[in-house]
T-cell receptor
């Protein structure tokens, strides 16, 4: 297993277009997270899956954003009608629970989206 | 006010210096993570701790739960340590609080 894989690494799109990102987590990890990071800021939580169930969504996740994890393995994050403010690094992470110690996280390398 | 505050925001050090990065948080937590982010975006998990102290090579992380404070120390710093170091916490409240809340990061530059 090579860790958490995200594709594509970079995406440039025109405003108004739809984009889709993919995340392949570590196979043993049942939890998958999407975060968004803008320049000079720490990542911000977008949404979280446990297996195929989407259990939490941030208020940052507007109606134009949708995430799926259909078989409890890989996940996709789609942004419809992209806006310039969507330009950011989109990070995926997966985790498993270490009993009594919280989640051990592994992050992907991220997908950098630029909306022009 | 951000729930997770890091200091300093920027740090420049000479190679070989001992470095300390601080993290304070305002909520009860179940775990605290120290992460390293290099230019290009990839994040590497350095430590996850809920009490005490952990050491890995030249890196040491400590946490004081009562004071809601953690520190990351780098001994004998090297230019390859140059990166952004991020503190992140997992809230202790509620069964669904699995996401992390991040600080803004500390940008470290180690000069040869």
């Amino acid at each position: 297993d090579t860790g958490v894989s995200q594709n594509p690494r970079h995406k440039i799109t025109k405003r108004g277009q739809n984009v889709t990102f993919r995340c392949d987590p570590i196979s043993e990890h049942n939890r998958l997270y999407w975060y968004r990071q803008t320049l000079g800021q720490g990542p911000e939580f977008l949404t979280y899956f446990q297996n195929e169930a989407q259990l939490e969504k941030s208020r940052l996740l507007s109606d134009r954003f949708s995430a799926e994890r259909p078989k409890g393995s890989f996940s996709t994050l789609e942004i419809q009608r992209t806006e310039q403010g969507d330009s950011a690094m989109y990070l995926c992470a997966s985790s498993f629970n270490l009993l009594g110690q919280g989640d051990g996280y592994t992050f992907g390398s991220g997908t950098r989206l630029t909306v022009v | 006010k951000n729930e997770v505050e890091q200091s300093p925001q920027n740090l420049t050090a000479q190679e070989g210096e001992f470095i300390t990065i601080n993290c304070s948080y305002s909520v009860g937590i179940s775990a605290l993570h120290w992460l390293q982010q290099h230019p290009g975006g990839g994040i590497v998990s350095l430590f996850m701790l809920s009490s005490g102290k952990k050491k890995h090579g030249r890196l040491i992380a400590t946490i004081n739960i009562q004071e809601k404070h953690s520190s990351l120390h780098i001994t004998a710093s090297h230019p390859r340590d140059s990166a952004v170091y991020i503190c992140a916490v997992r809230s202790a409240s509620g069964a669904g609080s699995y996401q992390l809340t991040f600080g803004k990061g500390t940008k470290l530059s180690v000069i040869p």
